[in-house]
């Protein structure tokens, strides 16, 4: 099988910040940050990051400072949760949700921009802010997820600047959760294997296939694990292609190539509703053959590009 490397970094990738992870238990640092009015705030509301230009097709992030910051913290936000996410050049950069608020717009100054669905218009962001808005996104998250122990169920309160949940009743400490995901390219020759599962947003969309790693289980063992369970095709020669933070909600996606061993499909409807093998032809015109292919923010559509590129 031919090696397919990565032909460009993947959406969510290539953060500008430094997280600075030194800094977040500096409580003398990290009060001043708070202070600053230099700081830069990125607000949420219910898993949404705030923007503006997302109607002309020119989405771009807002990052609060100054007034209007101190205001959104003096207001319903003095309460909500917040964590600090690095430092941009040498500026904090924090973000907070203001998901407790009903309607957050009051809490900001006029025409500021809109709460939208990163995953909607992250292709479109420029290349530095995507990551930015999806280790918000995903910290707070899991913040939202955790606020009480799973050992003995007593609250938990933020402490290490919001990255770590420390149980008030039996002192567990509980760190940030990424979940493993192995989402893979099977190839046959000049053809390869997409599925179609009921979840995808769109009724036509062909994907590559994907699933969580178990315990004690190497991700290569889960790529063949996974191709089979869908749809009982045996693979060999499993290779790694790239990574993608995937922040929807907990997840980073390893993606791989495989070479298939077998060829006869059956799949698991509990998992997928069909799987076919697709040539580059059809992959370079989709809609001329019936169906369309994933997001192109998505590790998936790199997986399927490079592969096309290296015939």
Do not use: K
């Not at 969580?212 to 009982?232: C, D, I, K, M, N």
Request: proline content about 8%; overall charge negative.
């Amino acid at each position: 099988m031919t090696l397919i490397v990565a032909s460009r970094p993947n959406i969510y990738t290539g953060s500008p910040l430094d997280r600075a992870g030194e800094r977040r238990t500096d409580e003398a640092w990290i009060s001043a940050a708070l202070a600053d009015p230099e700081t830069l705030w990125a607000p949420l509301w219910r898993s949404r990051n705030l923007m503006r230009g997302v109607e002309e097709g020119q989405p771009e992030a807002v990052f609060l400072t100054g007034e209007a910051a101190m205001a959104l913290r003096a207001g319903d936000g003095r309460g909500s949760p917040w964590a600090f996410l690095g430092l941009l050049r040498e500026t904090p950069v924090f973000a907070v949700d203001l998901s407790a608020a009903e309607d957050p717009l009051p809490l900001l100054p006029p025409d500021i921009g809109a709460f939208t669905d990163l995953r909607a218009v992250a292709g479109a962001l420029p290349g530095t802010e995507a990551p930015i808005l999806a280790q918000a996104r995903g910290l707070l998250h899991w913040r939202s997820r955790h606020r009480f122990c799973g050992v003995c169920g007593g609250a938990c309160v933020p402490h290490s600047a919001g990255h770590v949940m420390v149980c008030g009743a039996c002192d567990t400490h509980h760190f940030p959760r990424t979940d493993p995901a192995v989402i893979m390219l099977v190839q046959d020759g000049d053809q390869v294997l997409l599925g179609h599962s009921a979840r995808f947003p769109n009724s036509t969309m062909y994907s590559t296939l994907a699933g969580f790693v178990e315990p004690g289980e190497s991700l290569e063992e889960a790529v063949a694990r996974e191709v089979f369970e869908e749809a009982g095709v045996r693979v060999s020669d499993v290779r790694y292609h790239s990574s993608q933070p995937w922040p929807f909600p907990a997840s980073i996606m390893l993606g791989f190539y495989a070479r298939a061993e077998t060829r006869a499909i059956t799949i698991d409807p509990s998992e997928i509703e069909d799987a076919r093998w697709f040539s580059r032809a059809q992959l370079r015109a989709p809609a001329d053959h019936g169906f369309t292919l994933p997001r192109m923010d998505s590790i998936a559509r790199r997986l399927i590009e490079d592969w096309i590129a290296a015939a």
